[in-house]
């Protein structure tokens, strides 16, 4: 599975983004997907996961409320909508495809990255 991140960019605290992973090469369907994130000198920390159907959705304590993960199956599409953004979620941020899992052993597949960068 070949993924790629877009979306990234710098948002103001308090607003809004809305990442975007494109996957390509299998069945979509067929992986749980991830978003991850990680902060300069952290380690990649698990942010939302969604099971293949999209049925089943977990959060980080961080983010809930605040994010939202979704996707799209017929477009082979991954999203994450982040509101409510805090100088803390600045990271790059990583989707990922695998089994349904919170942390990063769980993922098979990693997409580049996308930086994320709030000012206060």
């Known amino acids: 599975v070949q993924l790629v991140e877009s979306g990234g960019g710098l948002a103001q605290a308090g607003g809004s983004l809305r990442l975007s992973c494109a996957a390509s090469?299998?069945?979509?369907?067929?992986?749980?997907m991830g978003w991850f994130r990680q902060a300069p000198g952290k380690e990649r920390d698990f942010v939302a996961a969604?099971?293949?159907?999209?049925?089943?959705?977990y959060y980080a304590n961080s983010v809930k409320g605040r994010f939202t993960i979704s996707r799209d199956n017929a477009k082979n599409t991954l999203y994450l909508q982040m509101n409510s953004l805090k100088p803390e979620d600045t990271a790059v941020y990583y989707c990922?495809?695998?089994?349904?899992?919170?942390?990063?052993?769980?993922?098979?597949?990693w997409g580049q990255g996308t930086q994320v960068t709030v000012s206060s």
């Open positions: 090469g299998r069945t979509f369907t067929n992986y749980a």
């Open positions: 990922a495809a695998g089994r349904m899992s919170v942390t990063n052993q769980g993922y098979n597949y």
């Open positions: 969604i099971g293949g159907s999209g049925g089943n959705t």
